[in-house]
């Protein structure tokens, strides 16, 4: 008895709603291609940032406490190797006369730096163009110098289906 209910109750609800069959007709899109004027380009640019390290060299004059320092430093190494060879070999000669050693009058310090480049590249162009005495803008991958061609579609509006309210 209870499905026979159920039964009588969905026949009833499908009776007493009207079946509105609709079908929905597409526009098909009308479309041709023309050549518009351009106004402007205006390029738009990436800014990139690269970054190397490069050793840089400054010559800086040595100071003169380091000179003669070392100098005498030198001096004495040599003469102490001199007088030991003298020793072994028990000359009382005088040994030649050693070259003296020259310091270099300028230092070299070297550093390493960074050095930051900026580049910059066009990545695209937003073009100003005229058609049919209206004015637009859009932005492109390339120039496209004095003439833009152009694609126009035309399709007819059609409104939206509104819910029809079905009443006693």
């Known amino acids: 008895m209870p499905r026979l209910r159920t039964t009588l109750f969905l026949s009833c609800l499908l009776l007493a709603a ?4 609709q079908e929905r007709v597409i526009p098909t899109e009308n479309v041709r291609l023309d050549y518009a004027q351009v106004l402007g380009v205006e390029p738009v640019y990436q800014t990139l ?5 490069e ?3 400054d010559e800086v004059p040595a100071s003169k406490a380091e000179a003669p320092a070392q100098g005498a430093k030198e001096e004495g190494r ?3 190797m ?3 060879v003298r020793g072994w070999f028990g000359g009382d000669e005088e040994p030649a006369q ?3 050693v020259t310091l270099p009058a300028v230092k070299v310090n070297c550093r390493i ?3 930051e480049r900026e580049f910059q590249r066009p990545i695209a162009y937003d073009v100003d163009y005229i058609y049919k005495g209206v004015k637009y ?3 492109l991958a390339e120039d496209p110098g004095n003439r833009l061609r152009i694609r126009i579609s035309v399709v007819p509006y059609v409104a939206p289906v509104q819910p029809t309210a079905s009443g006693p």
């Open 18 to 21: 009207p079946v509105v069959a």
């Open 49 to 53: 940032r690269a970054t190397r390290t």
């Open 55 to 57: 050793q840089r060299c």
């Open 78 to 80: 040599w003469s102490r």
């Open 82 to 84: 001199v007088s030991s």
């Open 98 to 100: 050693t070259p003296p």
């Open 113 to 115: 730096v960074p050095i």
């Open 137 to 139: 803008r859009s932005r």
